[in-house]
C-alpha cells in the first residue's frame, strides 16, 4: 500500500489548504500519519470503530472515517470537528486517499503482473485474461536490463520511471537487487538504430544523475506477452556475453552479439580441447603490452599492413617483424585470413575459460 512518508503528505496537503487537523490509522488500528497527537482515548476508540458497522461516527470532537480500497477497509480517518468544514473536508480526504491507495494498488498488481511474465511464472491462459483486467494491450516490446555497477537503490528505479516510464504503455521493474528491467512498446516504428540510442541515453542519464556506470542489454522484439520472458532472458545473456567479449561497449544488442553468443553456450569441455588443439598443451605467453596493441590494432584495420604500420607509428617492416615473431610463438600466421579466423576465435574462447573460472580476465583479439 501508501508508504507512511507519502500518507503523511497527503494530510499535511489537506491541512494546508483546509486547516482541518487529520489523523490516519490502519485497519488494526496503528498510527501511520498525522498533522497532531491524537490522545489515548481517541488511538482506543479507532479498533472499535473499525469493527462498527458505521462507516463515520463523531466522538470527543473528531470525526472518523472509514477509508475502503477496493471495497476492502484499509484505513481509519481522523478529521478534528472545529471547523464546520471539517465533516466535509473529512469525506474529501477519504476520497483522495480511497483513489490514490486504488491507483497504488493497480499500478503495484501491474508490476507484479509484469515481474511474473518477465520470470516465466504465468500459464498463457492466465497471462491474458489478466491483461485484459490490467487494460495492457497487445503489442510489440523489447526488454532492456540495466545492471548497475554495485547494488542499485530505490533513487535510481524511480529516475528510470521518471524518465523512461512515464507512457502508460512502457514498465519498469525490479527482479533482482542489481538491475533494473524496462519493459518498452515499440508499435510506433523503432528501429534498432532508436533502441541503441534509447539504451545509450539510459547509460549516459544515470551516469550523469546517480553517478553510477550501468550496462545496458536488450532483447530481440516479443510480439506476444509470453515472448517477453524469452527477450528479458536474451537481455541478460547479452549483458554476460558483452563482459566477456565486448568489455568496452557499455549497450550490447542480443541480436548483434554474433559469435560471441556461440561461444557462450559451448561447454567448457569443449572450449579446453579447442584450444589444446590450436596450441597445444601451453598457452603461448604472447600478449606484451607491444603485442596487443599490435594484434588489436591490425584486426581493427582488417589485416592491413601498410595502414596498422602507420596507427601504430612504426615502419612497415618492423610491423613485418613483428607478426613474424608472433608467428612462431603461436604457430599461426594472421596475416592469413584463415589464421587470423582461428586465432580471434581462440582468443574468445580463452576470454570465455578464464570468465566462467571467475578470473574476471578478458584476453585480446
Known sequence: MLS???????????????????????????????????????????????????????????????????DELKYILLAHSGFEEAYMVGRLAVCQIKNLAESYRNQMDRNHFMQ????GNMLVVDMYHKARKFHIEQAQRVVFVIEVDGKKDSYMVELVKGMFGGSGRDFVTEVDEQSIVFIKDVRDGWDEEALQKLAGMMVDNLHSEAMVRVRVGYGNRAKELQDIAKSYQEARMAIEVGKIFYAGKEVVSYGRLGIGRLIYQIP??????????????????????????TIQSFFENNLNISETARQ??????????????LEKAIGLD??????????????MVLSHMAYQKGEGVVLPG
Open 116 to 119: 511474473n511474465i518477465l520470470l
Open 268 to 293: 567448457m569441455s569443449l572450449c579446453e580441447m579447442f584450444i589444446r588443439e590450436v596450441f597445444g598443451e601451453h598457452i603461448p605467453d604472447v600478449f606484451s603490452e607491444e603485442n596487443v596493441l
Open 312 to 325: 601504430l607509428f612504426v615502419h612497415r617492416n618492423t610491423l613485418v617483424y613483428r607478426l613474424e615473431r
Open 334 to 347: 594472421i596475416r592469413r585470413f584463415e589464421d587470423a579466423m582461428l586465432f580471434k576465435i581462440a582468443m
Open 4 to 70: 507512511n512518508h507519502k500518507l503523511q503528505l497527503i494530510l499535511d496537503e489537506i491541512k494546508e489548504i483546509s486547516h482541518v487537523e487529520t489523523a490516519l490509522y490502519n485497519e488494526h488500528g496503528k498510527p501511520l500519519a498525522s498533522t497532531f497527537l491524537p490522545g489515548a482515548e481517541l488511538e482506543a476508540a479507532v479498533p472499535d470503530f473499525a469493527e462498527s458497522m458505521a462507516e463515520s461516527q463523531m466522538l470527543s470532537g473528531y470525526h472518523f472515517f472509514k477509508v475502503p480500497v477496493e
